[in-house]
């Protein structure tokens, strides 16, 4: 019952596929159509936007063909593992478990497919601004890689700019982005160590400030649900780099503010 499920899924989801691409297929013929009616000289924009159009259709089918595939991979997996574990992924309890458990792994690692480019898309101004900016407590959850299991808490950062500042003059877009930040490097199997560096070393290089500091605290399910099980334990990481590392005072003033 369960291969026949699995069978009539992906039957769908080809057809699915298919009817996507038949419509992309349709969609750049109409725009091409109209362009031979148009004067040659209006043409040539138009192609262009055409052309840019019909691209990004293929790879927006192309992006999600292959999370709908990981996805249909990942479930199947998981499926395996219900019956390893004597369990019977079939009954009604359990029936769609694997799809969800799927979908939810794509999810805790989603930063694998984003990048710092999405996030800062016109997000970097030059700005005559030399006092440190501070954005503290941004809720962070993770996925630990040696286990498998969650950990989670909050991420303070600080940097000293340099003539660039990142999202000018909204403190909720600035907010947004230092978040958005956080996610691209935790929503991916971490260790806290790499975690607080990759984000340190992230911002240093969009807006080459005088110096970046961060530091997380977390919790860790390992430690929490198996090994230790102290519940109350924490972690702290930090790293500093610039005048954070080299100036005693500016770390300093960075780590009182963020008390």
Same mark, same amino acid.
């Given at each position: ?30 725009? +091409? ?6 004067? @040659? ?25 292959? =999370? ?11 499926? !395996? ?7 019977? &992924? ?16 794509? *999810? ?27 954005? +503290?407590?941004? =809720?962070? *959850?993770? %996925? ?5 299991? &969650?950990? %989670? ?24 982005? *230092? ?27 969009? @807006? ?8 997380? =605290? ?28 080299? !100036? &005693?005072?500016?770390? =300093? ?7």
């Amino acid at each position: 019952m369960g291969d026949t499920h699995l069978l009539a899924t992906k039957s769908e989801y080809q057809e699915n596929q298919q009817r996507c691409f038949d419509f992309a297929a349709e969609r750049e013929n109409s725009v +091409k159509s109209l362009l031979t009616s148009l004067s @040659v000289r209006d043409s040539g924009d138009m192609k262009k936007q055409a052309d840019q159009q019909c691209d990004t259709t293929r790879n927006n089918m192309d992006g999600l063909s292959s =999370e709908k595939l990981l996805q249909e991979k990942l479930s199947s997996n998981y499926k !395996d593992i219900l019956g390893e574990l004597g369990e019977d &992924p079939t009954r009604a309890g359990l029936l769609k478990t694997p799809e969800r458990a799927a979908k939810a792994l794509m *999810f805790f690692t989603k930063g694998y497919r984003e990048s710092m480019n999405d996030v800062l898309n016109d997000a970097i101004f030059d700005e005559d601004h030399d006092e440190m900016v501070i954005v +503290k407590d941004i =809720e962070m *959850f993770s %996925m630990c890689e040696h286990h498998m299991v &969650p950990f %989670m808490g909050k991420v303070s950062i600080g940097y000293l700019p340099n003539k660039r500042v990142l999202g000018l003059s909204k403190l909720a877009r600035v907010c947004s982005i *230092f978040s958005r930040i956080v996610e691209v490097f935790s929503r991916r199997l971490q260790v806290q160590e790499r975690l607080t560096k990759q984000i340190a070393v992230a911002l240093t290089e969009a @807006v080459q400030p005088a110096g970046v500091g961060v530091v997380i =605290e977390a919790t860790h399910m390992c430690m929490v649900m198996r090994g230790v099980q102290k519940i109350n334990s924490k972690t702290v990481t930090s790293t500093m780099l610039g005048v954070f590392r080299e !100036d &005693p005072k500016t770390r =300093e003033e960075f780590l009182s503010l963020i008390r």
